[in-house]
């Protein structure tokens, strides 16, 4: 019995730096499970898209497909765009079986590749307890997604660093600036900003661009394509292939 398709569904940008990623990160995914077939498609802005990928894996006689929403939080693409177009792929595609798979966070491993990128850029294990954080993420008016990055900023706050201030680069408040100006504020003298997103673009370039204004002394990279997001990738395609068994026993 072959294994299902994995369909990456990333956003998309007009930045080529975003798609750039995703091709790396799927790329990686690839090589962490041989023999995997690994697709990529966009909602918008970016080529292939999401009904062309279907309508060519169905053509080539697949029978299966896990679709994955390359999204951090359950907002709005991952409750409504992406559900949509699976749905007009369904019924237009009517003997390829398509599940959608769940977003990548909250996971541990987000945590850990968040952590990857700080030390990265320079934080080392002995700065944390004097090291204010500001999570940075893309924002969003889902209060759902809003609470889920908020109990993230608590749960690192455990983990020692002296405070954790969330931010967002659109929608939300606060800002990163302000999220830094008020970290300082309160008598921290070391900010360090993690930006919560997987690729560049443009509203992780606001992010830079408040940490840059607010003169934040650590500034780490996006999350990319890390090692542990590619193993987070396949632990939620894997989890979706259960489910998807489980169904069909059901049935």
Known sequence: MSHPVLLVIAHGSRDPRHAATVHALTQRVRAERPGLRVETAFLEFNAPSVPRVLERLAAEGADEVIALPLLLTRAFHAKTDIPSVLRE???????????????????????????????EAGVRPGDIPRTGLVLASAGSTDPEAIAVIAEIARELRHTGWCAVRPAFASASLPSTEDAVRALRAEGVDRVAVAPYVIAPGRLPDRITAGAEAAGADVLADVLGPAPELARLLLERYDEARVLTGASSLSA
């Not at 369904?90 to 030390?119: C, E, F, M």
């Open 89 to 119: 792929a369904r019924a237009r595609l009517p003997r390829l079986h398509i599940r959608q798979a769940d977003v990548l966070g909250p996971s541990p491993l987000l945590n850990a590749t968040l952590g990857r990128r700080l030390r």
